[in-house]
């Protein structure tokens, strides 16, 4: 929703210091809008990952805004996915409605272990 994403907009980019020059994984994109403000702040590169069709439409999004070069949006679960890099900062909407549905906790989880760098961030914390 419209207010949801202007806040993290807006906490991105009043953080950009610990995204610009980064390596950013965004669990659970959806439609790829926290990647792209993570490539505005000046993320090096962004993977951006989700299970369902919706990763085909962010391919999209990102292609319209011309960033490609930056996101890379992958089309899988991120038990699955392979990512040739280590990640310095892992964002995602991970608490779902209600901290109950669409809940990414177990997948950021995941993805912490495997694939964020010692001293690494989570965001939102």
Same mark, same amino acid.
């Given at each position: 929703?419209? #207010?949801? %994403?202007? %806040? ?22 959806? %439609?790829?809008?926290?990647? /792209? ?6 993320? %090096? ?16 999004? #990102? ?10 949006? +992958?089309?899988?679960? /991120?038990?699955?996915?392979? /990512? ?15 901290? +109950?549905?669409?809940?990414? +906790?177990?997948?950021? /989880? ?10 690494? +961030?989570?965001?939102?914390?």
């Amino acid at each position: 929703d419209h #207010v949801r %994403t202007n %806040t993290y907009r807006n906490a991105i980019m009043h953080h950009k210091d610990l995204i610009s020059g980064k390596v950013v994984l965004d669990v659970g994109c959806g %439609t790829g809008v926290l990647s /792209i403000f993570c490539a505005f702040a000046g993320a %090096t590169r962004v993977y951006a990952v989700d299970a369902s069709d919706i990763a085909l439409q962010a391919m999209e999004i #990102v292609r319209e805004n011309e960033l490609s070069d930056k996101v890379i949006v +992958l089309h899988g679960r /991120i038990e699955d996915v392979e /990512i040739e890099e280590k990640v310095d900062v892992i964002i995602s909407e991970w608490m779902g409605y209600m901290l +109950l549905y669409e809940s990414m +906790l177990g997948s950021v /989880i995941f993805a912490r272990d495997k694939w964020l760098k010692p001293g690494g +961030l989570i965001l939102p914390s």
